[in-house]
């Protein structure tokens, strides 16, 4: 693996069943556990830049 392009990050027990469960049953077909987490990262920081610009008109 190219760690320029990748890195690898722990999870807890509890944390990897729920992601494993999105993983499955979330979208219409099930997706790999590294596209999940990077679906919900990208919504997050969505979320996060939507909340800061808000903040900034407010």
Known sequence: MDP???KSVAINI????LLEELSQKRFELPISMS???EF?????HEDFKGKDAKK???
């Open 56 to 58: 900034k008109t407010s």
């Open 35 to 37: 596209k999940t987490v």
């Open 40 to 44: 919900y990262v990208q919504r997050g």
């Open 14 to 17: 509890k944390t990897y069943q």
């Open 4 to 6: 320029d392009k990748f």
